[in-house]
C-alpha cells in the first residue's frame, strides 16, 4: 500500500512536470505506460479521430520495418509530429484508410510516436497486418541508415512490446519488402535490419506469404483473389 501510495505520488510529481510516468498503473483508469525511452502518444501529435478501428490480435508474431521515404527525415519533436500528421492526413485523405497506417513511427529525434499502437490493426502490409505491429522509421532510407538515437528506440520500443504481451517473444522481424512488393525500407535501413535481433530471412519476398502456416484462409483467399477484405 505504501508502495503504491509512493508511484502515485511520483506519477503526480512527473505529471505535474509533463514527464513520462514512471511505472505503469494498470488498475488505474487512466492508464500510464510508462517507457524507458521518449514516448509520445497520439494526443502528443495531435492525432486525428481514427474512423474505424480493429482490434489486432496479439502478441503478434512479426514484426514489419518500414521507411516513410516521405516525409523526410526529420531531427525535432517539432518536425516529427508534423511528419506523424502528414503521414494520417496523407493515408486518411488520399488513401481512404481509416488512421495512418502505422502501428508506430520513430524520428531521428529518438522519440516513438505512437500511431494506430499495440492492440489496432495496422494498415502498413498487405496481407500481413493481421500478423504484425508496423514501425516506420521517418524518413528515407535507401542511401543512408537512420542516426543512432532513431534505431536505439525502434528497438527499445520493440523490446517493450515484447515485455508487455503485445509481440511474442520468440517474434521474427523482417523489412516490407520481404512481405509486399515494395523498395521500402530502403537498401540501407533493410541491411541495418539484417543485424537486430529476431531478424527473419523467410519470409523472403511476397510470393512466400502463401506457404506461412500463420495466415489464416481468409487472408490467402484475398491473395488468391477469390474473396476481400471488409
Ligand atoms: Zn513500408
Not at 182 to 211: M, Q, R, V
Request: glycine share 8%; proline share 6%.
Amino acid at each position: 500500500m505504501v508502495l503504491i501510495l509512493f508511484i502515485s505520488f511520483v506519477n503526480l510529481i512527473n505529471s505535474s512536470l509533463g514527464l513520462p510516468a514512471m511505472f505503469s498503473d494498470s488498475a488505474s483508469e487512466n492508464e500510464i505506460q510508462s517507457y524507458d525511452f521518449p514516448f509520445v502518444d497520439r494526443a502528443g501529435w495531435n492525432a486525428r479521430t481514427p474512423s474505424k478501428k480493429n482490434p489486432l490480435t496479439t502478441p503478434v508474431p512479426y514484426v514489419v520495418i518500414h521507411h516513410s521515404y516521405t516525409p523526410p527525415a526529420c531531427r525535432t519533436g517539432c518536425e516529427c509530429k508534423e511528419a506523424m500528421r502528414q503521414m494520417q492526413n496523407f493515408h486518411m485523405d488520399d488513401r481512404g484508410w481509416w488512421d495512418i497506417g502505422y502501428n508506430f513511427g520513430v524520428g531521428s529525434d529518438g522519440v516513438a510516436y505512437e500511431g494506430r499502437g499495440w492492440t489496432t490493426l495496422g494498415a502498413h502490409a498487405l496481407h500481413f497486418n493481421s500478423v504484425s505491429i508496423g514501425i516506420c522509421l521517418i524518413g528515407d532510407w535507401r542511401y543512408e541508415v537512420p542516426p543512432a538515437d532513431q534505431i536505439k528506440t525502434a528497438q527499445a520500443l520493440i523490446a517493450s512490446g515484447v515485455e508487455q504481451g503485445f509481440i511474442q517473444s520468440d517474434y521474427k522481424l523482417v523489412g516490407h519488402r520481404q512481405v509486399r512488393d515494395t523498395e521500402c525500407p530502403g537498401d540501407a535501413l533493410f541491411n541495418e535490419i539484417k543485424k537486430w535481433k529476431h531478424y527473419s530471412e523467410y519470409p523472403s519476398s511476397a510470393k512466400d506469404l502463401l506457404n506461412l502456416p500463420i495466415l489464416s484462409d481468409k487472408v490467402k483467399d484475398v491473395m488468391k483473389g477469390n474473396s476481400t477484405y471488409d
